[in-house]
């Protein structure tokens, strides 16, 4: 049976709750706060919940719920104020202090057995939650850990640093290709297919969560079978017909090889994503070979690139409420920034036909 601490001044409302509670719970009784506090010290670990009258001789019981919160019990266990005091102020004190419930006496049978398994019970779930969410954290640290080893392990290896290298030569090609496309559309038609370039490496850390995601080993050979991403590029352009034009250019050139391309411009992805995903195979030249490396190049506006930035970071942020209307005004937004890049495309072209 579970133990239930019940602490009144009065021995005739000690004695009947205890006859109230003696059925279904080990009653402890205590006369005043002094007397609950050691017994609480004591066996803290077996009371499952506290009666407490408010108005008692020397330490009375606001005293006790102040020390029972800074041991740090009032959120182990559960607290309900018995008094006759029948004041707001009273109530609203208690509940800022912590405590579950707030009972008015007279007592009645029915309500006292009821509000005690009520509190228990919330009590008894909050702690498992709370146990469930400390063993989940556990497992995540002992996961962050090995991830950590891994990523150490990745970094010490001569091949991985020469992977990486190699990585870089591919992202630093197709970089150039690009460049050299943008100055001639420069002097050709005196304005610029893109805006920018954004280029990233893979982290070993990434690359250790998504091989074992995958169920592929941690080997560089298995980087280099397996992930076409680890290299990658971002490139802005201003309106979408410059990012067809350019894509087209790149992967026309007789050295380049098109393994993959995903059309999210074409066929936008469910949430409003837009963008146009191309994996290219690049020859790097080193000192001693020539070599073909994966890379990934994204083509986006600027439209499509800063929509993209919002959504990836409210992906992350936590306890947002209202998910399901995030959504859809993204998807509200993604819809009105094609509706733009369309239209700001057409004006371009009246302006051009305009200067012919």
Request: glycine residues 2%; aromatic residues 8%; hydrophobic residues 40%.
């Amino acid at each position: 049976m579970q133990k239930i601490l019940v602490v009144d001044d009065a021995a005739i409302n000690r004695d009947l709750l205890y006859e109230m509670l003696k059925s279904d719970y080990q009653v402890e009784l205590a006369e005043d706060g002094g007397e609950a506090l050691a017994k609480l010290q004591r066996e803290w670990k077996e009371i499952a919940a506290v009666l407490l009258d408010l108005h008692m001789p020397g330490m009375d019981g606001f005293q006790v719920i102040q020390d029972i919160r800074r041991r740090g019990l009032i959120r182990k266990i559960p607290v309900l104020v018995i008094t006759s005091e029948d004041t707001a102020e009273a109530e609203s004190r208690c509940l800022e202090l912590g405590v579950s419930d707030f009972i008015h006496k007279p007592f009645e049978r029915t309500v006292i057995r009821s509000r005690v398994r009520k509190a228990m019970g919330l009590f008894s779930h909050r702690n498992r939650l709370e146990q469930t969410v400390e063993k989940q954290a556990e497992a995540l640290k002992k996961q962050d850990h090995i991830i950590q080893v891994q990523e150490e392990k990745l970094k010490a290896e001569k091949a991985f640093e020469r992977l990486m290298l190699e990585y870089q030569a591919a992202i630093m090609e197709v970089e150039t290709r690009l460049k050299v496309l943008n100055a001639e559309f420069s002097q050709e038609y005196n304005r610029n297919p893109f805006e920018s370039i954004k280029s990233r490496l893979k982290t070993p850390k990434s690359i250790y969560e998504k091989l074992e995601r995958k169920g592929y080993p941690v080997t560089v050979e298995s980087i280099r079978e397996h992930l076409r991403d680890v290299a990658g590029l971002r490139v802005i352009c201003s309106f979408p017909d410059d990012i067809y034009r350019l894509a087209e250019l790149l992967i026309q050139q007789d050295d380049i090889i098109l393994l993959r391309s995903k059309d999210y411009i074409k066929n936008p992805k469910s949430n409003g994503y837009r963008s146009l995903h191309l994996i290219l195979s690049v020859p790097i030249f080193l000192s001693n070979e020539k070599k073909y490396m994966n890379a990934e190049v994204q083509f986006r506006t600027i439209a499509m690139d800063f929509w993209a930035s919002v959504d990836h970071k409210l992906k992350y942020k936590k306890d947002i409420d209202n998910t399901e209307e995030i959504v859809r005004l993204l998807k509200a937004c993604a819809d009105s920034i094609e509706a733009l890049d369309y239209q700001m495309q057409e004006i371009r072209n009246k302006i051009d036909s305009a200067k012919a």
